[in-house]
């Protein structure tokens, strides 16, 4: 195993709210390293950010928040019209709500990972991007930025001066500037395991992103997501575990660092 390439598997969990429930933390956490936990704004409630946390913990996964647009309507999936100056402030109490939860366990939260609309924008918008950083720089500058490959919000982190874990999506497929394509378009959810394991594989194998129409995007790959709001996000991440198992050491965010 030594000298062998780490990498990361993460997930979205603790999008639970009140009698509402959302995905399977518990058969989810044995199968990744790390864990972006929703913060109350998108999904989450405190007594589900109180029981993931405790639950991450036991099964020795790092924990991230998971900030989002005020938007528990819409599952955060929808822009909205913030100043930088809301959207620092916004991203700030969330990361402080969830640290709140991992220090009363004895531990802190190690990542940061901005959660649908709110991530999307800023992966196209500068302004927006440099908020987020901002807000993570403030409460921690040793808090890693998990970004989306080729986004202005990785390009942010790295101004900040934040450690930067790249992240791209085994579930998700790429337009050719490196977008997520959009969740109404056919084929934009991957569901099933194989083809899960088909995307990542092509991607790790080329070296980048690769786009619906087949360019290439090169970017380095520290951490795999895979979403936990999904019907077969259990399959898919079991089957991702056994696929990078094979080929890497696979390790919390904060151990790629070390």
């Known amino acids: 195993m030594t000298g062998q390439r780490q990498i990361n598997l993460n997930a979205d969990l603790g999008e639970s709210y009140g009698a509402w429930r959302m995905g399977d933390d518990a058969r989810l956490l044995p199968l990744v390293q790390s864990a972006s936990l929703a913060c109350g704004f998108h999904a989450g409630d405190p007594v589900t950010m109180g029981r993931t946390v405790r639950a991450a913990l ?3 996964v790092s924990l991230g928040a998971h900030p989002s647009y005020p938007d528990l309507q819409g599952f955060g999936r929808r822009s909205m019209h913030c100043s930088e100056e809301e959207v620092e402030a916004l991203v700030l109490y ?3 709500a969830l640290d709140a939860f991992a220090r009363a366990e004895g531990a802190r939260v190690a990542h940061v990972k901005p959660h ?3 991530s999307n924008d800023s992966c196209r918008d500068p302004a927006l991007a440099a908020a987020i950083a901002r807000a993570v720089r403030r409460y921690d500058a040793n808090l890693i930025l998990l970004a989306p490959a080729h986004s202005r919000l990785a390009e942010a982190g790295v101004a900040a001066g934040l450690r ?3 992240e791209i999506f085994a579930d998700r497929t790429y337009e050719d500037d490196g977008a997520l394509t959009p969740r109404d378009m056919a084929g934009a959810v991957l569901h099933e395991g194989e083809a899960c394991r088909a995307h990542l594989g092509a991607m790790l194998d080329a070296g980048g992103l690769i786009a619906r129409g087949g360019k290439i995007l090169p970017t380095p790959i520290h951490s795999v997501c895979v979403h936990g709001d999904g019907p077969g996000a259990v399959d898919v991440a079991a089957e991702l575990h056994r696929f990078l ?3 890497f050491r696979l390790a ?4 790629l660092f070390s």
């Open 58 to 60: 036991a099964a020795g």
């Open 94 to 96: 969330q990361i402080g």
């Open 116 to 118: 649908g609309a709110l």
């Open 164 to 166: 930067v874990a790249i």
């Open 245 to 247: 198992q094979k080929k």
């Open 252 to 255: 919390p965010l904060p151990a």
